[in-house]
């Protein structure tokens, strides 16, 4: 199926936005300069004050692409599309766009992920050549300037070497079969569409529950190393605390995908791959700082678990996503 739907070699890029910074622009050109340029690029503006409305960001791309001076970059259809903050949602605003697309390959995107090359979208459409692949996603670099620490652990999540993950993965990989990052993801639409898109009301993890659910329904997950993109953080404690929060939420949410594989074996091993590497480097401090990082980011993630007996109040204090805790009205949560 996908063989034949490959030699259109069109795809749609959907890039939801916030208070982007000039990365954005740079992000816009390196797409204008792809080999296998994309047919469409939506931009789905989450609306705030200005220097940041869908009007501003609009001026921002036609003043800068009249400087590009790209062969071939005329033919891609830029389109904005305004999305209010409090309506944003994972899931929901990311299948908004998927409406909005005519290809038959959508290519999902983060505002600061930067491919590292010409070659990015092309690479993953060679994901789908021959496999029943769901999803394609990139491999992620640190950005120049990450530190150490941070450095190992894109390397540990994102090696050099590809790999295809099925059901047949799941007993040896675990929670890993289903990792894929909507930093930088590539959908086969039919696929896409087949098993029911994303999950409109998500707190966090659209990317790894759709792969979770792809895989049982016999697709491929592929991770495509000769992908790349530039994209890394550096969080603070409470940043990594309240990310964390969520994600342990949303496996609460999701019990019928998550209950059936631990996460904390997968963490473990990253936390002691990278501790291991640091001891024997002498990257002392770098180790203290990591270790405090991963307990935060432990304790995060079990508070999140725990969300159904507590307070709304207390949740939105401990979530990086008030909004959502606003609008969810359900019996677990009290106010």
């Known amino acids: 199926m996908c063989q034949d ?18 990365t954005f622009e740079v992000l816009l050109k390196r797409l204008a300069m792809q080999t296998l340029k994309p047919n469409r690029v939506l931009i ?11 009007e501003n960001l609009k ?17 891609i259809e830029f389109h904005f599309v305004s999305v209010k903050k409090e309506e944003f949602n994972h899931g929901a605003t990311r299948n908004l766009g998927a409406d909005l697309t005519t290809s038959p390959f959508i290519l999902y995107m983060t505002q600061d992920a930067i491919p590292s090359d010409t070659h990015l979208i092309e690479k993953l459409l060679s994901a789908f050549d021959n496999h029943e692949a769901a999803v394609a996603y990139a491999r992620q670099l640190p950005k120049e300037g990450a530190d150490y620490t941070e450095r190992l652990v894109r390397e540990y999540n994102y090696p050099e070497q590809s790999v295809v993950k099925t059901f047949d993965d799941v007993e040896r990989m675990g929670i890993k079969t289903y990792f894929c990052s909507n930093v930088c993801a590539m959908y086969a639409r039919s696929i896409f569409d087949e098993i029911g898109r994303f999950e409109n009301d998500l707190i966090f993890g659209e990317d790894m529950l759709f792969a979770a659910k792809a895989v049982e329904e016999g697709y491929a997950i592929c991770y495509q190393a000769d992908a790349k993109v530039v994209h890394s953080h550096h969080y603070t ?7 964390n929060f969520d994600i342990g939420a949303s496996h609460v949410m999701h019990n019928e995908i998550y209950g059936k594989v631990s996460s904390k074996e997968e963490g473990m091993a990253m936390v002691k791959s990278t501790l291991s590497v640091l001891w024997q480097q002498h990257h002392y401090k770098n180790y203290v700082n990591y270790a405090m990082n991963s307990g935060v980011k432990y304790l995060g993630y079990l508070c999140g678990k725990k969300y159904k007996r507590m307070p709304k109040s207390m949740i939105k204090r401990m979530s990086s996503n008030k ?11 009290d106010e």
């Open 323 to 333: 909004e959502y805790w606003n609008e969810k009205i359900t019996s677990e949560v």
């Open 44 to 54: 789905m503006v989450t609306e705030c004050e200005d220097p940041y409305s869908t």
């Open 5 to 22: 739907v490959v030699s259109e070699k069109k795809v749609d890029v959907i890039l939801p936005v916030y208070k982007p910074d000039r």
């Open 59 to 75: 001026k921002r791309l036609a003043e800068e692409a009249m400087s590009w001076k790209i062969s071939g970059c005329e033919s």
């Open 237 to 243: 404690y409470k940043e990594q605390f309240r990310r």
